[in-house]
């Protein structure tokens, strides 16, 4: 079955740091582009986080996530390193694999607009 896996949520202190990790099951990432999403609450929209493209490894960052996360590629993996956490940033994390990603890439807030979409880590940003 071909999906995508996240890793690497959990509770941490405000400042704190986590790593998440995106892998894929039944295909390699290495051919797509891979953004990473955020839902606050259940049935709220997603927020576009990070994404990172399959080819020059170029990478786009949503205004928040500037200059505290990073998203990179390793061994077939992507990750997303998330330092000086906030509460705000307190949500579940999805992967989303597609083809390309760009500037506007991190407007796609629907599930659908996505080839293959995770199933999300908890990330809890709290004392």
């Known amino acids: 079955q071909v999906m995508l896996v996240e890793s690497g949520g959990g509770l941490v202190q405000p400042g704190g740091s986590l790593r998440l990790s995106c892998a894929g099951s039944?295909?390699?990432?290495?051919?797509?582009?891979i953004g990473w999403f955020r839902q606050v609450l259940p049935g709220k929209e997603y927020e576009g986080v990070s994404?990172?493209?399959?080819?020059?490894?170029g990478t786009w960052y949503a205004e928040f996530a500037k200059g505290r996360f990073t998203i990179s590629r390793d061994n077939g993996m992507v990750y997303l390193q998330m330092n000086s956490l906030k509460p705000e940033d307190t949500a579940v994390y999805y992967c989303?694999?597609?083809?390309?990603?760009?500037?506007?890439?991190?407007?796609?807030?629907?599930?659908?607009?996505?080839?293959?979409w995770g199933q999300g880590t908890q990330v809890t940003v709290g004392s």
């Open positions: 994404c990172i493209s399959r080819s020059d490894g």
């Open positions: 989303a694999a597609d083809l390309t990603c760009g500037s506007g890439y991190l407007s796609l807030t629907e599930t659908d607009d996505h080839d293959f």
């Open positions: 039944g295909f390699t990432l290495d051919y797509y582009a």
